[in-house]
């Protein structure tokens, strides 16, 4: 969970790399500064939020207005960095949209969060099969996020390996023209003594 400043009709982005078929659940809350009170208050009434939701291909996974304090999913259908933009729904002109907005933001990827209430109220057998679908989905998310990190150190290792052998076939073709051109100057180096008759 972090926090972070914005003004009134400004608008913040983060970057969450995530991997494919993955749910991400974000919770938020806006507080407004209070000029009088010389403190954010604990609720902003009237503030609303545009949550975007941006996949590595730049496609909009989702665009929606929400109140000040909001939980907002989506679930992703391609690895990679995606973009979580936050802004507020403020009418006024950029002129007198002065206003300090401090926004709470607690994203998680990949969690099922087990509801208490409904945990309680099952039996026990019941509430460990509950506990138990709940371990296996946090295993398939470990096991997707393990894939994803071996596919991303797949990409990193060819590129390595690209780049290394680009180095050596350019220091192969730097030799091969210093050569070029030290015999080069040899050569005419030999023809101008023979021109000057000095050899």
Known sequence: ????????????????????DTLVIGNYKVQQWD?????????APGLGMFVTVTAPSAEVLMKKLYGPQATFSFTSYMSGEHIICLQSNSTRLMAFAGSKLRIHLDIRVGEH??????????DKVND??????????????????????????????????QTNSNILWWAIVQTLILIAV??????????FFIAKKLV
Request: one cysteine or more; aromatic letters at 10%.
């Open 1 to 20: 969970a972090l926090y972070f400043h914005s003004g009134e009709r400004e608008e913040k982005c983060i970057i969450e790399d995530v991997p494919s």
């Open 35 to 43: 000029i009088h009170e010389q403190d954010f208050l604990e609720s």
């Open 113 to 122: 969060f087990l509801d208490e209430a409904v945990a309680q109220a099952k």
């Open 128 to 161: 460990v099969s509950f506990n138990l679908e709940h371990l296996l989905e946090q295993i398939q998310h470990i096991s997707k996020e393990q894939n994803y990190g071996r596919e991303r150190e797949e990409n990193f290792r060819k590129t390595s390996e």
């Open 182 to 191: 030290g015999i080069w100057q040899m050569k005419s180096l030999k023809d």
